[in-house]
C-alpha cells in the first residue's frame, strides 16, 4: 500500500500548490478584479523596480560566493560563475516544482566540478537553515522595534480575549506538538526531528569555516538586499509612498514564506502581500498591484538569467575544458 501511494503522493506534493494557488488567484481576482490592478502597472515608476531587480541580482550573486565557504572545509571548490549559473538554474526550475531547484543545483556542482551529490546537497541543506535562521530573526527584530505599533494594530483587529485565547492555544498546540516528537517514532515525526537536528547542526557547522566573518557578513547581506529589494520596489507604487516600514518588513516576511513553499508563490505571493498590507490600513487596490509588481519583477528577473544560464552553462564547461 505505501510502495503504490508514493508515486501519489509525489504528484500530490506538484499538484496540490498549483491548485491551490489557482483557487486563491481565483478568489482574490473576483474581490479585486484585474482591471483594478493594470493600472497601477502602467503609471508605477519603473526606475525602482529597476533598482529593486539590482539588489536582488546582487542577493543572488552574494548566495553563489558564499557557497565556496561551505565546500571548502571539506575539500571542495566551485568556480564561481558556475555557481552563479547553478543558482538561477535552481530558482528558475522552482517555479515548476517547488524544491526541485535544490536538487538541479547539487547536480551543476557534480557534473561539472566534481563535488559529491550529498556533500553538495548537504551543504545547500545548510543553507537553508540558515536562511529559516535568517527569517526568524528578522521576525524578531522587527516585533523588538516595532512592537507598539504591532500591538496596537492587533489590539485594534483582534479583541485582547481573542488574542489571549489564540496564544493559549497556539502554546497548548506546540506543547502537544513536542510531546508527540518526542514519543512518536513515525515518518512525520523523524522529519520533524531531522529538521530540528539539521538546524542545530548548520548553526554548529560555521565554527568548522575558516572565513567565519566572511560567511556571516554574507549571510546578512543576502537578506539586507531581498529586504531592499522589497522596500525599494514599494516606492513605485505612488500610492503606498509613507506606508510604515513594519508594514512592509511584515508583507515582506509573509511573500517569503509564500515562495519558500509553493511554485515560486505564483497568486499566493501579492495575496500574502495584499493581507499584511491591509492589516495596517493601507488601500487594497495599490497593495495588491505591489504585490504582484514586486513578484512579477523578481520572476522576471529569474527566467531572463534562468534561461541564460540554463543554455550557457554547458558551453562555459566546455570552453573550460578545452583550455585545459
Request: hydrophobic share 55%; charged share 15%; with cysteine.
Amino acid at each position: 500500500m505505501s510502495k503504490k501511494s508514493n508515486p501519489i503522493l509525489k504528484n500530490l506534493k506538484i499538484i496540490l500548490p498549483i491548485v491551490l494557488a489557482v483557487f486563491f488567484g481565483w478568489l482574490t481576482f473576483s474581490r479585486l478584479p484585474i482591471s483594478e490592478i493594470v493600472p497601477y502597472f502602467k503609471k508605477a515608476n519603473y526606475w525602482w523596480i529597476v533598482l529593486g531587480v539590482f539588489f536582488g541580482v546582487l542577493s543572488h550573486l552574494s548566495r553563489a560566493y558564499r557557497w565556496n565557504y561551505m565546500l571548502k572545509p571539506m575539500g571542495y571548490s566551485i568556480k564561481t560563475q558556475n555557481s552563479i549559473m547553478s543558482i538561477f538554474i535552481a530558482y528558475l526550475a522552482n517555479f515548476g516544482i517547488p524544491r526541485s531547484g535544490e536538487v538541479l543545483r547539487a547536480a551543476v556542482a557534480t557534473n561539472y566540478e566534481g563535488v559529491p551529490f550529498e556533500k553538495s546537497f548537504g551543504t545547500i541543506v545548510t543553507e537553508r537553515v540558515f536562511d529559516v535562521i535568517m527569517v526568524l530573526l528578522i521576525c524578531v527584530v522587527t516585533l523588538f522595534f516595532q512592537f507598539d505599533f504591532i500591538y496596537n494594530i492587533l489590539i485594534e483587529k483582534l479583541h485582547p480575549q481573542k488574542i489571549i485565547i489564540l496564544v493559549l492555544v497556539m502554546s497548548l498546540a506546540l506543547a502537544l506538538l513536542i510531546f508527540y516528537i518526542k514519543k512518536s517514532k513515525g515518518k512525520t515525526a523523524n522529519k520533524i526531528k531531522g529538521f530540528a537536528n539539521g538546524l542545530l547542526e548548520g548553526i554548529t557547522s560555521v565554527r568548522n569555516m575558516k572565513n567565519k566573518g566572511a560567511f556571516i557578513f554574507h549571510t546578512v547581506f543576502i537578506w539586507v538586499m531581498y529586504i531592499l529589494m522589497f522596500y525599494i520596489t514599494s516606492f513605485s507604487v505612488q500610492e503606498l509612498h509613507g506606508a510604515p516600514f513594519s508594514s512592509l518588513i511584515v508583507a515582506f516576511i509573509a511573500a517569503s514564506f509564500t515562495v519558500a513553499t509553493t511554485n515560486g508563490g505564483v497568486f499566493f505571493y501579492p495575496a500574502a502581500v495584499l493581507s499584511a498590507l491591509t492589516l495596517f490600513g493601507l488601500t487594497e487596490e495599490p497593495s495588491y498591484a505591489f504585490g504582484w509588481i514586486i513578484w512579477t519583477s523578481q520572476t522576471f528577473m529569474i527566467i531572463v538569467f534562468g534561461i541564460i544560464s540554463f543554455v550557457y552553462l554547458p558551453i562555459f564547461n566546455k570552453k573550460q575544458k578545452n583550455l585545459k
